[in-house]
């Protein structure tokens, strides 16, 4: 697969370990925010998403967390298994919409120990 | 992979030559993108279109053209190819709202 995992941040837990992931965002004016998990060989997969109007959502075994003040978001994931283990990457859009694309953040590689 | 097929999954060329990527969708969705993919610089914007012969420029467009003909294809086009194009490229579509879906991604390899 890829190597897209070069030189990137490194977060190792423990199977089971509850897992927290990080993105600082730069534009105050985005609107819309994703997290995505990307496989090596593959492309990035959708997890989760929120709104601005929104500082929590949560999915199944994920949460995110967006705190606009300081532009900063976080997904948490609980019980990490093996499969959990990927390169993170958050997203955001100034549109609120499907209009002008996403910009990405530099992703967060997971490793999950046994 | 929501619909999405992207060809050639790999591809290695010569510099100077010209190649076409093609992303095609099976979900009519209303938007399409193309993003490159590089260590270091995660995934950067191309070109997008929001709908048939409908497009714009993204991040990086330099060297790159696109073309949509069809609701369901996106083409990329590196006109002369470079080493600094070397890379992977995803192909992804969404609707209004935002959510955005991958394709597989194509590796292309400049010589």
């Known amino acids: 697969g890829e190597s897209v995992g070069l030189h990137l941040p490194t977060l190792s837990v423990q199977e089971g370990d509850n897992s927290i992931i990080n993105c600082a965002y730069s534009n105050s004016a985005s609107d819309y925010f994703i997290w995505y998990k990307q496989e090596s060989g593959k492309g990035p997969q959708f997890i989760i998403d929120?709104?601005?109007?929104?500082d929590k959502r949560q999915g199944q075994r994920v949460t995110v967390l967006l705190n606009k003040t300081v532009k900063h978001l976080s997904l948490q994931i609980a019980a990490t298994q093996p499969g959990d283990s990927a390169v993170y990457f958050c997203a955001e859009t100034l549109s609120g919409g499907g209009a002008d694309g996403l910009t990405f953040g530099k992703g967060t590689h997971l490793i999950i120990q046994p | 992979d929501a619909g999405i097929t992207q060809s050639p999954r790999h591809k290695v060329t010569e510099t100077g030559t010209p190649v076409t990527l093609r992303c095609h969708q099976t979900?009519?969705?209303?938007?399409m993108y193309w993003y490159r993919q590089d260590p270091g610089h995660g995934l950067r914007l191309i070109h997008y279109?929001?709908?048939?012969?409908?497009?714009d420029k993204g991040e990086v467009s330099d060297g790159y053209s696109v073309s949509r003909s069809k609701t369901e294809d996106f083409l990329l086009t590196l006109e002369s190819a470079t080493s600094s194009q070397t890379s992977v490229y995803f192909c992804?579509?969404?609707?209004?709202?935002?959510?955005?879906?991958f394709g597989q991604g194509t590796r292309l390899t400049v010589v």
């Open positions: 279109s929001y709908g048939v012969k409908d497009t």
């Open positions: 929120i709104r601005s109007n929104m």
């Open positions: 979900e009519n969705h209303r938007y």
């Open positions: 992804a579509i969404s609707e209004l709202s935002g959510k955005a879906f």
